[in-house]
């Protein structure tokens, strides 16, 4: 029998499958380090809760559309659904703004932070708003997403 050429290449993806390690997951949110919740709490305040609301309840009705085709901001507690998505999403939705997945024409209120905050100041926020979900909720989300 010819022996298989891609195997390395297919085992090698199908490892950083398993260890859901490829590159772009590496960071992770650092929910448990105070300095960064502590960091990404002045951050949110100054650049989130505008919008997000500073308890981070979100805005009235946020799962309806207005008429303009814009959504209100959703609650980034766990009344809302950003605890259902991983890291890295939650990641470049906040630094490229929903563009990034719902395509270049969606109308969206959400900017881009993109220069205006650093990756760094961007995974601190994060790991503000993770650290403020209940324990269960915080735990079901690493189990579900995160390599820590
Ligand atoms: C001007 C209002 C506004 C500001 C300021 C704002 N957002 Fe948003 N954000 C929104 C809206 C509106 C959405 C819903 C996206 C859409 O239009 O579909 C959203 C969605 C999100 C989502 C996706 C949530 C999910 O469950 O899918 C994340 C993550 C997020 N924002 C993070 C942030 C962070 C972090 C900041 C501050 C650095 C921020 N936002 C600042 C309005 C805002």
Redo the contacts with the bound molecule.
Sequence with gaps: MRPNCDFPLLMSLICCVALSGCEATAEGIPYLDKQKIFAGKI??DS??????GVALEG?PN?QKRSSTG?????P?DET??????PDQ??FE??KYG?QRY?GAD??????A?EG??SDE??WN??AF?KSQWPEEIQKQHTEAFSQK
């Design positions: 951050l949110y650049n989130c809760a505008s919008c997000h805005q946020w814009y959504l209100p901001a959703p980034h809302g659904h950003t605890w259902h998505h999403m939650l939705f906040t929903p719902a969606y109308k969206s209120a959400m900017p932070y205006k905050l100041q961007i926020v994060l708003i």
